[in-house]
């Protein structure tokens, strides 16, 4: 592979799985002492511009054992998605212009999680449960009363607005809405990036002498954020807006010359955050397309076993997005070509 630097003796392969503190400080003489090494230079003066869209590479998602990891079909699968994602980084260090980590941000009382429904037993919905039209509709599941309070809003308005928001959801073609286990909350170590890949982004801060772009997305208590580009739902039942889209950003990522997409879930918010963004595309200039790059290796589909299987779906989204001129690539592709097409 041509222009590949080696891998940094401290990654670690074998604890891409596990939390632990970055020793940011001696991250930081070795990036400095690695960019003198390998000639690295700043990243303001690259002449093609690339940029890492990293999608919630965060220990709620990437962790065994923690609430949403995305184990795919083979049971590991985040795990060692983040594995190769770490190396891609490090090997392309000298390439990679800016790295553009999203970060699932919740809160308890949100429109997926348990605690916004009851049924006629104020019973709570169990994780996983999909909440269909018909179900708000006939009164299988509605609001909690309890959670009014805390959103500023009536529970008439509320109500109505649970209505609205799944009948969108239907007439979208979205994915019903689906009652999540609390996960990425807050403040806690599940909402963290996965320790390994915030030390990759860290030592590419230091050896490039850049900053990471965090994006939050998620804390809306009245819309799911699949995409990191555009809420699920964006108005109210009178056609007010509720949430918008993240313009600034579409923009940002317009600017420069590949921009490469990784990270989990690749059946939801990673495919969720590429349609939305060929849609900007489409509308701008189709061709933009030929500037994206989809980490095919490095994220997984949402697979539960006995529950669902989102394989097949995240699958046919991807092949979409090669018929519209997006490239599928591994990531031990050599970027060089991309930079120079």
Known sequence: ???????????????????????????????????????????????????????DVQNTFCIPEFELFVGGTLGRGA??????????????????????????????????HATFWVNADDQMPAPMTMVELDDVRNGRWRVNPAVVAGLDISLEQLEAFALHYVKRLSEDGKYPLTIWPYHSMLGGIGHSLVSAFEEACFFHNLARQTQTRFELKGSNPLTENYSVLRPEVLDDPAGQPVAQKNSRLIQHLLTFDAVAIAGQAKSHCVAWTIDDLLNEIQQIDATLAQKIYLLEDCSSPVVVPGVVDFSDAADDAYQRFADAGMNIIQSTSNISSWLSQ
């Open 1 to 55: 592979m041509s222009d590949a630097l080696p891998i940094p003796e401290f990654f670690a392969a074998d604890r891409v799985g596990d939390v632990w503190r970055v020793p940011y400080e001696e991250r930081a003489v070795q990036a400095q002492a690695w960019a003198k090494t390998h000639g690295l230079q700043p990243a303001v003066s690259d002449q093609q511009r690339l940029c890492l869209l990293a999608i």
């Open 79 to 112: 795990v060692d998605d983040t594995r190769r994602l770490c190396e891609f980084v490090y090997r392309n260090l000298g390439q990679i212009t800016e790295i553009v980590p999203t970060l699932d941000t919740h809160r308890a009382v949100q429109i997926f």
